[in-house]
């Protein structure tokens, strides 16, 4: 159990240099409840006022071997592995909490993972770059879909899709009206999330991620955090879900998550049996009309992987995202620029590995 003051951790969320969803209390906490925490520590800067956050874990190769960076705690859950950095004077915030990255984890830098990039923050590691730290690398740039809010629905449809990809959308969405009853439903605060978040869980592990056993469902430590987490998120003014049903059943479902007036993606659900109607479309368009229809969002990050190909095709605004690896305090240019070129090493070694995986699968089904 974490002992912070909720109220402190609440005001650092509400007054950040940038938002982070996964770093907020309520999704946070329930994560040292649930999952293992081998190697990982929850690093804070103040106490009765909190300057900056970070849950943060050794690296280490397969083998075990340690490796002298701290990275991003990632269990599967991993949205936006953005710091929560005090607005006011972030550049003793971020130092503090680096050296509290090296003083509890060993660290000589930090890798933080998912950053969304964000001006305020390039500009105070260039600061930082010339005063207390060897430097900073950035590894694994690229972009994410995302939805701008700033215009309605209609005016969004008309102006993001073809005529023959309107008709397209509107030609499913009948036919599958014609198959029942469908409705779109919105989750509303003061509604019971468990219900919902069942639904979910049944509706996911129904689909191939059963079958391959990734299902969330089939993940104890998931499941227990998601039904802790998110009845607090919706305590909070965080939750946002969405379900499509036909006839009363569940045929599609997405929930995310608001902060500070930017909203993340966390995960979707949706019958496979029917996709031939495209269930997943339908409910990424029916919470954009949802999103695009309220007063408190600027920005949507749709939390997916680059090339992803259905929200690539339908949200077509992007967010630049990179891995951040930051020098603590007291660690020398020399040996700052070995773990950047370690770390290339490990990215290409990898890459290498998956390639020659999946080209070992395509042989095997010939």
């Given amino acids: 159990m974490l002992h912070l003051q909720n109220n402190a951790w609440d005001t650092l969320s509400d007054n950040a240099l940038m938002p982070s969803i996964s770093h907020t209390r309520c999704w946070l906490a ?7 925490q081998k190697n990982t520590r929850l690093i804070t800067v103040g106490q009765q006022q909190l300057h900056a956050i970070a849950a943060l874990k050794k690296m280490a190769l397969p083998s075990q071997i340690p490796v002298p960076i701290a990275q991003t705690w990632n269990n599967g859950f991993l949205f936006s592995g953005t710091p929560l950095i005090s607005g006011d004077n972030p550049q003793a915030a971020l130092t503090d909490l680096l050296a509290g990255a090296r003083a509890e984890l060993g660290a000589k830098a930090v890798l933080f993972r998912k950053v969304q990039r964000h001006a305020g923050f390039d500009n105070l590691l260039k600061a930082m770059d010339n005063a207390s730290i060897a430097g900073h690398h950035l590894f694994n740039t690229h972009e994410r879909a995302a939805l701008i809010c700033n215009s309605t629905y209609d005016q969004w449809f008309a102006e993001n899709f073809s005529r023959k990809r309107r008709k397209e959308y509107r030609r499913l969405r009948n036919r599958l009206a014609e198959k029942g009853d469908l409705k779109t439903i919105v989750w509303q605060p ?4 468990k219900p919902w978040l069942e639904e979910f869980l049944q509706l996911e ?3 191939w991620k059963g079958r391959h056993g990734t299902a969330i469902a089939r993940n104890k430590e998931q499941t227990a955090h998601l039904r802790h987490a998110l009845p607090q998120l919706a305590q909070n003014g965080s939750l946002l879900f969405w379900k499509v049903t036909l006839d009363q059943k569940p045929i599609a479902l997405l929930f995310g998550f608001l902060e500070n007036k930017q909203v993340w993606l966390g995960k979707m659900a949706f019958d496979e049996t029917l996709s031939q109607y495209s269930p997943g479309v339908l409910i990424i368009l029916e919470a954009t009309a949802d999103l695009l229809g309220r007063k408190n969002i600027d920005l949507v990050d749709s939390s997916a992987d680059p090339d992803h190909p259905m ?4 949200w077509r605004d992007r967010v630049q995202v990179a891995d951040y690896l930051i020098a603590t305090p007291g660690t020398s240019p020399a040996t700052f620029n070995s773990l950047v070129m370690f770390e290339s090493n490990r990215l290409k070694a990898r890459q290498t590995a998956k390639t020659l995986y999946h080209k070992l699968r395509a042989g095997l089904k010939k």
């Fill in 30 to 36: 329930p994560m040292f409840e649930h999952f293992d």
């Fill in 311 to 314: 929200i690539n095709n339908i």
């Fill in 205 to 207: 592990a129904a689909g």
């Fill in 190 to 193: 003061g509604d019971p999330v």
